[in-house]
Structure formats: C-alpha cells, structure tokens
C-alpha cells in the first residue's frame, strides 16, 4: 500500500486540474471496491470528489444519507429526556461498590485523610464567611452525604469553599444571617432544576479567563481580610485591599506577636507538611501544633469559643419566607451565587476526571442534581452554600479512593467532631484558623487556567485582569459581570469577520483530501512537510470542524459529540479535521476535548487533524495522557 500526502494535491494547481486528479481517484478508489465487492450506492455516492455535503452530522446510512440529501434537512436540535429519576438508575452500581471488599480499608483510609482536612478547614470557611463555627462543620457534615451520594463524579468531596467566603459574608452583611438558609435552598433548587431539566451546560458559559480571575480576585480579598487577623489587629470593614495595606502600615505598632506566630507557623506548616508526603494530614497537625503551642505556654490570643455539642449543632428548620420587599435583593444574590458555585463545582469535577479515571464518566447535569440536594439539605440545617471542592477531592484521589465512600466516612468524621469533640473544638486558636486561610489564599492568587490561557492567547488574559480590577475596585458581583462583557465583546470582535457558528461537516477520506477551498486557514504548501499523517481509506468519514471553538459554542460542542456518539460506526475511529476552524479559546476546546474524551470507549480512536500551534498547545494542556491523537496532515491509502 502506498500513501500521498495531502501536501501533493494543495500544490499550486489550477482548480480544473485539482478536480481532474480527484474525479481520478474517484475512478481508482472505485474500481478498488468494485473488485473488492464492497462497492454500494452509498459509497459511490461518497466518493464523488464533486459533491461536498453542507449539512451537519448526518446519518452514516445509505437511506438516511439519500433522504438528508433530498430534503436538505437543517442541523436537528437535540433534546434530551428530563433527569426525573434524579439519576438513581445509574447511580445503584456505583452504591453496590461502596460495599466491595477489595476497596473498603483504602476507601475508609482515604475518608478519615480528608476529614482530618475538612473540619479545620470547613471552620476556616465559616470564619471567612462570617459566620458561626458549628454553621460550617453541620454544613460540611450535611452536605457530603448528598454530594458524595448523587454528585456526577465518583471521588469528588463536597463542603464549603473558599472561593464562595466572600459572597457568603456579602450576602451575610447585606441581609442578615437568618436569611442565609434561605439563600442556601434557593440555591439548591436552582441547581436542582439546572440538572433534572439538564441544562447544565448553561453553567460552562463562563469563560474559563474569568473563573481564574474570580478565583485570583477571592485569594487576594481573602488575603487582605486575614492578615490583619492574623496580627492580632481589628481593622475597619469595608477597606480595599491598597486601603488595607495603608491600614496595616501605620498600625504596626498593635501588632501581637503570639498572635503572628501563631498564624505565619500555621501557614507554614499548610505550606511545608505536603511536600514531605502528599498525604500528611496537614491542616490538623498545622492547627493541632498551634492549639498545643497556644495552651502550653499561655499565649494571649482569642479562641473559637463555646459551640454547641452533640445533636444541638444540627438544628433542622424550615426558613420562612423573606418580605416582598427584600426578595429583588435576595434572588439577585442567590443568582449570582447559583452561577458560582455551579461553575466552580463543574470545573473541579472536570479536573478529578483527569487526575483519576472511572467506570462513572462525569456527568455535568448529575452533578447539578447532586450539588443542588446537598445545598438543600445544608440550608434545612441553617448552613451555607457548598461547592464539590477541588482541594478536598484531590486528596480524596491521592488518598487511594476508589469509590463513593470516602465522602460519606469524611462526612461522618465531621458528624463525629462536632458532637463528641466540641470542647477541643472550642480551644482552637483563631490566629491559626486564619493562617489556614491565608495560606489558601496564596495558593489562589496565581490560578493554573491563567498559566493555560496566556500560552494559547494572550488577548484572553484580558477579561482575567478586568475581573480581578473590577472585584479589587467595585465588588465581587460588578467584577464578574465586568469579566463575562470584556470575554463576550472579545469573542464577538473574533468572530465579526468569520464564521459565527461552529458546525461539522461530513466528508468523505476522499473529499477530505481533495478539498483546496480554505481561506481562513492557510494552504498546506506553506506549512511545514508532515512526517506523520494520518493515513485514512477514501470511504473513512471526516468530520470537518468550521467555525468559531470558544465559550459561545458550548452547546454546538455539545450536540456535535453527542451526535458523533449516535450515529458514527462505533467500529470505525473518528477523524476531526481542524483546520478550518476560525477562532478558537481555551474554554471551548477544553469542553470539547473533554466531551471527547468521555466517548473514548465509543470508538477504538479519536483523532485530530491540525497544524495551528494554538490548538496543539491546547491539547497538551487538558488531554496530557494523549486520548486523542494529533496529526498534522491526512495521508490517503490506495
């Protein structure tokens, strides 16, 4: 068998002489099948070098390609049947391997790791959220169980977050605490309603620029509201961060030195205890050794205080119903804390999966469904909104969990703190709690989706800074909204002079070949020689990608997957041809790589075709173990 790159018919010739030597090979790779008896009406038709098909994911059947042909039918919209079930069907066998006795002791193990984590932390949280200690550890203990249970990734831990602090304590100084359950439960309805209707795909709209610059906005004001805790000094409310650095520097003199020690020791230890073993509990040693060292030697610093003890911590209610006058306020809040919670949820699941695989393939609308029962059931319990969280789920996967299970004992382990611990509880130092938090927020002032975002484009950094400059300068809601304009108008400037919808187009191996019509992409004479095409028969389906791959194409990502999955050969590998994709972003091809990456199973290979640098750089930053193959050219076989 002998191959000919694609480079040999985008040379220089004529179009006359382009199509003589494709309706050429339409005569050989004809004749070929003829005499191999594989030749159909339908390959015949497939192979005419003249015809290129201008509609989108069309049926690979010979009755279905002729009526499509005929009627010309436009790009169906897919619906998909409502999550009524909440998703339990499938969730059964994931329950029935809790129970395995090959995976208890490691699962078991890797719960009480991430409870060691997760009462100091989730008492951090409650600190920074502005709200009472035992709110956050019921919250924690709560809703874990409905997260663990119903989430859509296997090992992800759920509990209050750090980067949703601020709008809690937001929310908190606006309407008072008692309205935080009821903002908890609008919350979970929310996300409830998103998954049951499926429609978590709305939650990816946000650019993945200004997800890194909410989180660098939180890690900086998290910064600037502890470190004066941290000194032992009361600074005013309401300062921004340059005024809190005016504050501290002419009020040096009230500092208390136990209370710095204390907290820079702790954030210290946060720092140094993971890199002499990834899974040292460090935020129990951390604030261990300072509650051990602040009793010892009678240190003069404030502690966490009396909390309520066993059941007493779990008040049940149902809250009432705000005033009319309040609700415009309320829902604005709980809108806006629905979007971030959502996003940063889906984007923690999407980040397990790639550090572990399993049998469960994530599934964004069972995530909504689980996050949503546990914000539910957290605000039945007075508590706060939660997130599935990345740092405690990372630990889950580097712990050894296999299964559900470890979120359950996590959150049993918090249960068990909180009811039979409170009085340890209660000597705590606070200058340690705020050194958790300090130290949480150095690790969010400088996000990984920034690093990704400036390598592939450097004009998609600019909504990051106008997130952080709005949230540092306005606030936390007018910096987000700020961020999602700045990556709307910019993606709207791309695609003023291209193609506004992404599609996929079927051809095939043969037309595929023969196509010189790009404009938007240059002509392959001018690109380096390929040594490794891939090499494809003329009958092989290509699907060419068109059009913009960005935030605003989240739901033509979506349906293309999901139609590949349906109507591709699940015997033959999928060929995606890049290259005349018109503008591109790190948001929509990370969620395209990832939807593909979930079909893998679906096909014995995915591949890409491209050459653009960008989209190279792409790959290798969300599909690192390589699922999808990447080709500079197509070579085809005779």
Not at 313 to 335: C, D, K, N
């Amino acid at each position: 068998m002998t191959t000919r790159t694609l480079r040999h018919f985008h040379s220089s010739l004529s179009r006359t002489r382009a199509l003589t030597q494709a309706s050429c090979l339409y005569s050989r790779s004809r004749k070929s099948l003829v005499n191999s008896n594989a030749c159909s009406s339908f390959g015949a038709e497939r192979l005419n070098p003249f015809r290129f098909q201008q509609h989108c994911l069309k049926s690979t059947s010979a009755q279905d390609y002729d009526k499509d042909e005929k009627k010309n039918t436009p790009p169906r919209v897919r619906t998909k049947p409502f999550l009524l079930d909440l998703g339990i069907p499938l969730l059964v066998p994931e329950w029935k391997k809790m129970f395995n006795s090959k995976t208890v002791l490691s699962d078991v193990s890797a719960g009480l790791t991430v409870g060691c984590i997760a009462v100091p932390l989730s008492l951090a949280i409650a600190m920074a959220s502005g709200v009472p200690a035992e709110v956050g550890l019921a919250t924690a203990a709560v809703s874990g169980v409905a997260g663990g249970l119903l989430g859509g990734t296997t090992l992800a831990v759920t509990g209050p977050a750090a980067a949703i602090s601020l709008l809690v304590i937001g929310a908190v100084q606006q309407h008072g605490l008692e309205a935080l359950p009821f903002i908890t439960i609008g919350v979970g309805a929310l996300q409830l309603a998103t998954g049951v209707t499926r429609l978590g795909v709305y939650a990816k709209l946000v650019p993945v620029s200004v997800i890194a610059g909410f989180t660098t906005g939180v890690g900086t004001l998290i910064l600037s509201g502890q470190i004066p805790k941290a000194l032992g000094m009361t600074a005013p409310a309401g300062l921004n961060p340059l005024e809190m650095l005016g504050y501290l520097g002419s009020h040096m003199g009230d500092m208390n030195l136990a209370s710095a020690a204390l907290a820079f020791g702790t954030a210290g230890a946060m720092y140094g205890l993971p890199k002499i073993h990834a899974k040292i509990p460090a935020a129990l040693l951390a604030v261990g050794g300072a509650t051990v060292a602040t009793h010892t030697l009678g240190l003069d610093v404030a502690l966490i205080g009396t909390l309520p003890s066993g059941m007493s911590a779990f008040q049940f209610s149902i809250p009432s119903v705000p005033a009319m006058g309040e609700m415009p306020s309320l829902v604005a809040t709980t809108l806006l804390i629905y979007t971030m919670t959502s996003v940063e949820s889906l984007l923690s699941c999407v980040a397990l999966e790639k550090m572990k695989k399993t049998d469960y393939k994530h599934n964004s609308d069972q995530e909504l469904v689980g996050q949503g029962l546990a914000n539910v059931g957290a605000g039945l319990f007075m508590g706060m909104p939660v997130t599935s969280v990345i740092a405690r789920s990372g630990l889950n996967v580097r712990a050894g969990a296999q299964t559900r299970l470890p979120s359950l004992i996590q959150s049993g382990f918090v249960f068990g703190s909180i009811a039979f611990a409170s009085s340890t509880i209660s000597m705590i130092p606070m200058p340690a709690l705020s050194g958790m938090l300090i130290s949480t927020g150095c690790n969010m002032l400088y996000p990984s989706e920034f690093n990704y975002c400036y390598s592939i484009d450097k004009t998609t950094t600019v909504p990051f800074f106008t997130t952080v400059a709005g949230m540092l300068s306005m606030g936390l809601t007018e910096g987000i909204g700020i961020g999602c304009a700045t990556a709307l108008g910019l993606a709207i400037h791309k695609n003023m002079v291209v193609q506004v919808r992404m599609k996929a187009v079927k051809h095939t191996g043969a037309e595929a070949f023969g196509n010189i019509e790009t404009e938007v992409i240059p002509p392959i004479e001018s690109q380096p020689p390929c040594k490794d095409a891939l090499v494809i028969n003329p009958t092989d389906k290509v699907w060419l990608i068109e059009g913009p791959v960005n935030f605003i194409s989240m739901f033509e990502i979506e349906n293309m997957v999901e139609d590949l999955r349906e109507r591709c050969n699940p015997k033959a590998p999928i060929v995606l041809d890049m290259r005349n994709v018109t503008s591109l972003d790190f948001t929509g091809m990370e969620e395209l790589a990832t939807k593909l990456i979930e079909s893998e199973d679906d096909f014995p290979s995915i591949n890409m075709i491209t050459s653009r640098p960008e989209v190279i750089k792409i790959m290798k930053k969300v599909d690192k173990d390589m699922h999808i193959k990447l080709y500079p050219s197509i070579a085809l076989s005779e």
